[in-house]
């Protein structure tokens, strides 16, 4: 009787860690192996954690690397358990890790984080059983927009059409200028780059295969951002599925990603269905093509709390 009321509390306080712990207490435990604070980035200290099945395959799992939300500035890895536990109980390898957040660093030093989880990905997931041909990446919120911008053909990640699978964005923002509150145009400074600080100014076309989800009542992002996005790529020639969900919050649309409140909606099963049906890429690239400069960038400075 406890664990049910718990089940039914979880949509009110899923924002608070009380919520988050019980999705993660209740996760799958016996068929996941997870493997923590792997650093992936020398430099900063940054660290990552790895879930995948415990049961052997013929043949390596497709990976998914998640980027968790909080509007750049709160989260951290170790809240988002049931998600990995989940997709690695669904046979998919899944790494997420920590970024620097606001006001630490801006825009670009939180995508600089992401980007570099992806390169430690690339290079040591078949460790892990994780397939190096078949990395997706996924974010929910902020994390969304982080996948996005890694996704598309920007220099954040270099001929990202080429090493990625997909990318799944939920209830991410895409196309949010002007900006609605004072906190943003700090994070994402400079103001004469503002516009290619969103995903939407990257859409070429040319776009690993992408999936967004987005709830039709998310009242923190609206779901104008998936609207619009989705119809660039897809005027562009690009790949993009899109899966609307009614009546769930914008926390809730991860929380639903849990194996206690899947039955809400159909999302997890949804990404399952999109990783397992995507191909596996080409990875190698020439030396030239690895070399991207970081004067390529919008403007190669990570803009810490003194930047305006």
Not at 16 to 38: H, M, P, T, Y
Not at 192 to 202: G, K, L, M, R, V
Not at 237 to 249: A, D, N, P, Q
Not at 278 to 307: G, K, R, W
Request: charged share 20%; glycine share 8%; hydrophobic share 40%.
């Amino acid at each position: 009787m406890r664990l049910k009321s718990l089940i039914y509390a979880i949509p009110l306080f899923l924002s608070g860690c009380s919520g988050v712990d019980v999705l993660n207490q209740l996760a799958e435990q016996d068929r996941v192996e997870v493997r923590e604070n792997l650093v992936f980035d020398a430099q900063t200290g940054l660290t990552l954690d790895v879930y995948r099945p415990v049961e052997m395959a013929d043949k390596p799992y497709p990976v998914i690397v998640f980027y968790w939300g909080g509007r750049w500035q709160e989260g951290d890895k170790s809240m988002y358990q049931f998600v990995g536990r989940e997709f690695a109980k669904r046979g998919i390898v899944t790494v997420i890790p920590n970024y620097r957040l606001w006001p630490q660093v801006g825009y670009q030093g939180f995508l600089k984080d992401s980007a570099k989880a992806v390169e430690w990905t690339e290079r040591s997931i078949a460790e892990f059983s994780g397939d190096q041909q078949r990395i997706f990446l996924m974010g929910h919120s902020a994390g969304a927009y982080n996948a996005l911008m890694l996704g598309l053909n920007t220099p954040f990640l270099a001929h990202s059409q080429r090493r990625l699978a997909g990318v799944i964005g939920i209830s991410g923002p895409y196309d949010f200028l002007p900006f609605s509150s004072e906190d943003l145009p700090q994070i994402f400074a400079p103001e004469a780059n503002f516009e290619q600080t969103q995903p939407i100014h990257w859409v070429d076309g040319k776009n690993s295969p992408a999936l967004l989800i987005h709830s039709l009542d998310d009242d923190i992002v609206f779901p104008k951002n998936t609207r619009n996005l989705a119809q660039k790529i897809s005027e562009s020639g690009g790949e993009v599925e899109t899966l609307y969900i009614k009546s769930l919050s914008h926390p809730l649309m991860i929380g639903v990603v849990s194996n206690i409140l899947s039955w809400k909606a159909p999302i997890a099963d949804k990404i399952e269905g999109f990783v397992k049906q995507m191909p596996a890429v080409d990875v190698e690239l020439s030396a030239a093509e690895e070399a991207m400069p970081t004067e390529s960038l919008p403007n190669s400075a990570d803009y810490s709390s003194t930047s305006k």
